[in-house]
């Protein structure tokens, strides 16, 4: 058998595509016995059909230059005889989504028997543009989700089992052949959740309640008396009394034009996350079903701690969160973003490792990251992304989440493939120090983000002043690499540089008299953050870590820290007195997620404001606030850890 693509073409169904564009390609194959694999790489989207039944939907999130294919197993669908495989590609095009790198077109595929190729891709493959598919439609639902869909069923033919005459040949195109096959499983596409009307605004406007937040694709079935627009807006919630699909700039909805009489409707390409669906027609319809079917990456969970009524309350909202924020990777929310961000996904890892004891899927998003290309050594704000936009501070957590990968999994090999990388995006800190300290970057395309709090948010950055926080995460950063280094054997002295640069933190923003860590300087304000930071990278030791510690919890002079940084904060307490500050983390966890909890939401939040954060634009599932995970299996009597995490002392 010859080796996988080996004569597979990359074609498009034009020799001029454009953003939001959809390609149908049509292809037959004779069975007669055995399993039949598909193989399959595309940009930017796939799903597709054999015999008219949907067989695979999802290519990984990728970068042009590193394709990733997948093997589908597909025997199920195919019959003894002729079979007719169709495969539409959703082609995005756009550069500035925070989930899709641009590249170019194209389709990659092939049908392979036990023995034989049964059909691939190429030139006289037939292709066309989409007819249902609203192409060049171009409608942002976020700036970082990018492109929703539109989508008119009378314009549906019987293609799909190759009824139809308006195809032509491929065209082929240039396009590198995927180098390596999806490093984590699919998604499983689940049993349906079912909307029930809970509101009726009109005839014509009515909103379903799911029950709870699911993620996942859009399926419908409705009767129309004409052929009529209908728009689906969703959302968390319906504060308002309706969904709130208009948000500033954004637009929560997709489009569907019915045909006259029955329209039946799924959609494969762009996930959903919401708990409600209201649905607005031009006349009065009749819907039999209105559900999201949840795309999953399924896993099994592991074995809690004891806790008790409210504490399993919380845990669950917690891994409910966790599960509907993995899907091609880890996503801060599914409802506004779905983008892969360092900082966000080191939360979601250390807490998956207690909540499901798998590695596969970390490292696998670890990998991705470490392919994400820029000339100053830094990386980018998501991935996989082409925009020259970095959150600096986010480099040095991914060093973070790469150690503690290290630590859970034992994964030397992996380490050891990532480490060139690790040791670039040190250098790209170190090589900007002065003076001792590294001060923010200055350039519009740096966001010298911290958290969501004023002053630390990079709204009004003062790159020409150190910080206490990037000085200190670097620290860390440099402690981490430096144990990483030692597992594999490498010389370094990443350790000895942390410790000269916590006396320079020590010199420059420790005020002896008010006894904690100015933001810049020995003046001005100070952060809950910031001070955490500093005890817990070694610049603040001791009994002055002792009083400040005490300080972190009833100094109300400080910025207080939010949920995506509150790991800090208790990492800081637990290093210096485990016994005395373990009950107050459960009594302060159960006073921040109990709102949440009272709500009535089945995941937690973005932040404590809920919803009306960001100017009505908060999240209801945030993955960074799933850490109360971490916190009951390593606090909680009875409990099995999974590994203690060796980077920060005394935690262990």
Request: hydrophobic residues 35%.
């Amino acid at each position: 058998m010859e080796k996988a693509f080996e004569n597979a073409l990359w074609i498009w169904c034009n020799a001029n595509p454009r953003a939001d564009e959809y390609g149908e390609f049509l292809d037959r194959f004779d069975y007669e016995a055995g399993n039949v694999t598909l193989r399959i790489s595309a940009d930017s989207n796939y799903a597709a059909y054999v015999n008219g039944v949907l067989a695979a939907w999802g290519q990984y999130a990728d970068f042009p230059y590193d394709k990733v294919y997948d093997e589908v197993d597909i025997t199920a669908c195919c019959t003894k005889g002729a079979n007719c495989i169709a495969i539409v590609v959703w082609y995005y095009g756009i550069a500035s989504s925070s989930t899709y790198c641009l590249g170019n077109a194209g389709l990659l595929y092939e049908v392979v028997g036990e023995e034989k190729m049964l059909c691939r891709s190429s030139e006289d493959t037939l292709s066309r543009m989409s007819r249902a598919y609203r192409n060049h439609r171009m409608h942002i639902i976020t700036g970082q989700l990018g492109l929703g869909y539109g989508y008119d069923a009378a314009k549906e033919d019987d293609w799909m089992t190759g009824a139809s005459s308006d195809f032509h040949p491929a065209v082929v195109v240039k396009q590198e052949l995927p180098l390596r096959i999806r490093p984590c499983d699919k998604l499983t596409l689940l049993s349906d959740v079912d909307g029930t009307e809970c509101k009726r605004i009109s005839d014509t406007d009515v909103i379903f309640d799911l029950g709870s937040e699911q993620v996942g694709f859009l399926r419908l079935k409705l009767n129309s008396p004409r052929e009529q627009d209908i728009t689906i807006a969703y959302g968390e919630h319906i504060e308002d009394g309706c969904v709130r699909r208009i948000i500033g700039g954004r637009d929560f909805s997709v489009s569907y034009r019915a045909k006259q009489g029955e329209n039946e409707y799924l959609n494969p390409f762009r996930r959903l996350g919401c708990r409600y669906l209201e649905i607005h027609s031009e006349h009065p319809v009749t819907v039999e079903k209105l559900a999201i079917a949840p795309a999953m990456y399924v896993l099994a969970e592991k074995a809690r701690p004891r806790l008790n009524a409210l504490q399993t309350k919380i845990y669950d909202m917690c891994v409910e969160t966790l599960h509907l924020c993995m899907h091609e990777h880890y996503e801060d929310c599914p409802w506004r973003e779905q983008a892969l961000y360092a900082m966000d996904s080191r939360n979601q890892m250390l807490a998956g490792y207690y909540a499901f004891g798998e590695y596969r899927f970390p490292r696998a998003c670890l990998q991705l990251m470490s392919k994400d290309r820029r000339e100053d050594g830094l990386m980018s704000i998501c991935y996989p992304i082409k925009m020259d936009f970095v959150i600096p501070s986010f480099s040095l957590h991914y060093i973070t989440e790469c150690r503690e990968y290290l630590d859970y999994s034992g994964d030397l090999a992996f380490l050891e493939e990532i480490y060139p990388k690790l040791v670039s995006v040190a250098e790209a800190f170190t090589s900007h120090i002065k003076d001792g300290l590294i001060p923010p970057f200055a350039g519009k395309r740096y966001w010298n983000f911290y958290e969501w709090r004023q002053g630390l948010d990079g709204a009004a950055t003062d790159t020409s002043r150190p910080d206490v926080i990037l000085n200190a995460l670097l620290s860390l950063a440099l402690q981490n690499l430096g144990a990483i280094a030692d597992r594999l054997g490498r010389k370094n002295d990443y350790s000895a540089q942390a410790q000269t640069l916590n006396g320079h933190i020590r010199q420059a923003f420790w005020d002896e008299e008010a006894g904690l860590c100015r933001n810049l300087s020995r003046v001005g304000g100070g952060s809950q953050l910031g001070n955490a930071l500093a005890i817990l990278c070694g610049a603040v030791t001791g009994s002055e870590a002792e009083s400040l510690c005490r300080r972190l919890r009833t100094d109300e002079a400080l910025t207080p820290i939010s949920l995506s940084m509150l790991c800090f904060k208790y990492d800081a307490w637990l290093k210096v007195d485990k016994e005395r500050y373990a009950p107050v983390i459960l009594e302060d966890i159960e006073r921040i997620y109990t709102p949440m909890v009272e709500y009535g939401g089945t995941t937690v939040w973005e932040t404590e404001l809920g919803e009306k954060d960001f100017d009505n634009a908060g999240s209801l599932c945030h993955g960074w606030s799933a850490m109360p995970i971490y916190y009951y299996h390593i606090l909680r009597t009875g409990c099995r850890a999974a590994k203690p995490r060796f980077w920060i002392a005394g935690t262990a």
